[in-house]
Antibody
Framework: QVQLQESGPGLVKPSETLSLTCTVS????????WGWLRQPPGKGLEWIAY???????NYNPSLKSRVTMSIDTSKNHFSLRLSSVTAADTAVYYC????????????WGQGTLVTVSS | QSALTQPPSASGSPGQTVTISCTGT?????????VSWYQQHPGKAPKLMIY???KRPSGVPDRFSGSKSGNTASLTVSGLQAEDEADYYC??????????FGGGTKLTVL
C-alpha cells in the first residue's frame, strides 16, 4: 500500500523559500505523476503542481512564477520549492499521487503545516 | 481560473439522502469527465471518494455516488451515517494540465 510522507521546516520567514520533500513508500515513483497541494487554515484546497518521473512538470498558473518541483527516483522522493513567500502562503501542504490518466489525487500524505512568519 | 462553486453547507438526518452540487463552466466541469470528490474530516488529509464523475475507489461505500449534468457535478450520499459528517470538496480538470477545486461544503448529520 502506497504511503506518502511530507517533511520540511514548519516555519519560514517572509521573502524566503519554502522547501518540502515527499517520500514515497510502497510504490515506485516511476509509475505515476506526483503532486503538491495546499490548504490555508480554515480554507479550501489548492493544487500547486505535479511532476512525472521524467521531470516533466505542470504548475498552477497562479503560482508558476514562484514554484519549482523536482524528483529523485533513486531516493523515491520528490520536492517542492516556493520562493518569495508571504503570510498568504501559510498552509497545510499535502503531497499526493496523481495517475497518468489525470484528474484526481489519491492517496494523500498526512500534510505538514508551514507557517510564514518573521 | 475561478474556483468551482459549492454550497457552503448541507445537512441531513441519519438515513436520509443528501446531494452536494459543484458548478463550473464549459471550460472545466462541462468539458471533461474528470470531476472528483474528496472527503475531509477535521485535522485529516482529504480522501478520494469519487473520480471521473461516477467512479468509486475501492473501499468507498456505494452510498456515495457522483453524477454530472452540463456544467454542474453532484455528489449524492444516501443512507446518511454519522461518520459522513465532514467537509467535501469537488475538483475538475480544467484543460492545459490545470486543475481547480471548489470551495468546499460542510456536511452536517443532524
Amino acid at each position: 500500500q502506497v504511503q506518502l510522507q511530507e517533511s520540511g521546516p514548519g516555519l519560514v520567514k517572509p521573502s524566503e523559500t519554502l522547501s518540502l520533500t515527499c517520500t514515497v513508500s510502497g510504490d515506485s515513483i516511476s509509475t505515476y505523476y506526483w503532486g503538491w497541494l495546499r490548504q490555508p487554515p480554515g480554507k479550501g484546497l489548492e493544487w500547486i503542481a505535479y511532476i512525472y518521473h521524467t521531470g516533466s512538470t505542470n504548475y498552477n498558473p497562479s503560482l508558476k512564477s514562484r514554484v519549482t518541483m523536482s524528483i529523485d527516483t533513486s531516493k523515491n522522493h520528490f520536492s517542492l520549492r516556493l520562493s518569495s513567500v508571504t503570510a498568504a502562503d501559510t498552509a497545510v501542504y499535502y503531497c499526493a499521487r496523481y495517475p497518468p490518466s489525470g484528474g484526481w489525487f489519491d492517496p494523500w500524505g498526512q500534510g505538514t503545516l508551514v507557517t510564514v512568519s518573521s | 481560473q475561478s474556483a468551482l462553486t459549492q454550497p457552503p453547507s448541507a445537512s441531513g438526518s441519519p438515513g436520509q439522502t443528501v446531494t452536494i452540487s459543484c458548478t463550473g463552466t464549459s471550460s472545466d466541469v462541462g468539458a471533461y469527465n474528470y470531476v472528483s470528490w474528496y472527503q475531509q474530516h477535521p485535522g485529516k488529509a482529504p480522501k478520494l471518494m469519487i473520480y471521473e464523475v461516477t467512479k468509486r475507489p475501492s473501499g468507498v461505500p456505494d452510498r456515495f455516488s457522483g453524477s454530472k449534468s452540463g456544467n454542474t457535478a453532484s455528489l449524492t450520499v444516501s443512507g446518511l451515517q454519522a461518520e459522513d459528517e465532514a467537509d467535501y470538496y469537488c475538483s475538475s480538470y480544467a484543460g492545459n494540465s490545470n486543475l481547480i477545486f471548489g470551495g468546499g461544503t460542510k456536511l452536517t448529520v443532524l
